[in-house]
């Protein structure tokens, strides 16, 4: 079967640095993706990784290794409207999305 | 990137009854898609619309309980037929396509559909 994991909930206090990680076990892979959602809201893209390696954009940046099925965000300098789910999400070989559970960052003051 | 509004926002039902979701996209997409989303929960895929043609539907999901209409490249519905209370959720509506630019992988969303039914 095809399967993401990432940790169900995090924790982090506003101004540090927290990464999420995602291993994903997915018949054929085309790329990484992360998606944020606020409570109420809608996901909203962040990142998509393709090749391997490390892409920034700001205080976020989204990690990928093929050979390991593994991947991270990083989110830096935390505020608190970081707080909500991430949620990674991989294509598969007939380019479909497949979801992770998603992952709640709880950040405090 | 994309735009995208969906009607209702929010609705409470009765059993039995049908609700009728709208979504459109402020331009034209070549792939949109319905999830539905428990609260705190992943998204589920119920199926993926496109333009002039049968809509794929994901496992446990059936054309008879959800059918989809896709008239155009901006515009998709999707109807929750003969509601029962384990249809309360939110239903997103999303889209992606080539036109989106250097973005070809993202997906946007639309706000959602709160849907309860009694």
């Known amino acids: 079967g095809q399967s993401l994991e990432q940790p169900s909930e995090v924790t982090a206090v506003e101004g540090a640095i927290v990464q999420i990680n995602c291993t994903y076990q997915?018949?054929?892979?085309?790329?990484l993706s992360w998606y944020q959602q606020h409570d109420g809201g809608a996901p909203t893209f962040l990142s998509y990784n393709a090749l391997d390696g490390l892409e920034e954009t700001g205080r976020f940046s989204s990690f990928l290794s093929r050979s390991d099925s593994y991947g991270y965000l990083l989110l830096q300098e935390l505020q608190m409207k970081d707080s909500a789910s991430y949620f990674c999400?991989?294509?598969?070989?007939?380019?479909?999305?497949?979801w992770g559970a998603g992952t709640k960052l709880i950040i405090k003051p | 990137s994309a735009v995208i509004s969906q009607k209702p926002s929010r609705d409470i039902c009765q059993r039995g009854t049908s609700l009728t979701i709208q979504c459109q996209v402020d331009?034209?997409?070549?792939?949109m898609f319905w999830y539905r989303q428990q609260p705190g929960q992943s998204l589920t895929l119920i199926a993926t619309?496109?333009?002039?043609?049968?809509?794929?539907?994901e496992s446990g999901f059936v054309i008879d309980k959800f059918p989809i209409s896709r008239p155009n490249l901006t515009f998709s519905t999707l109807t929750v037929s003969n509601m029962s209370p384990e249809d309360s959720s939110i239903y997103l509506c999303?889209?992606?396509?080539?036109?989106?630019?250097?973005?070809?992988?993202?997906?946007?969303f639309g706000p959602g559909t709160r849907l309860t039914v009694l």
């Open positions: 999400a991989v294509r598969d070989s007939n380019y479909q999305l497949i």
């Open positions: 619309a496109n333009q002039g043609s049968e809509a794929t539907y």
């Open positions: 331009s034209q997409v070549t792939m």
């Open positions: 997915t018949s054929g892979f085309y790329g």
């Open positions: 999303s889209a992606e396509g080539p036109q989106f630019g250097r973005d070809t992988d993202t997906q946007y």
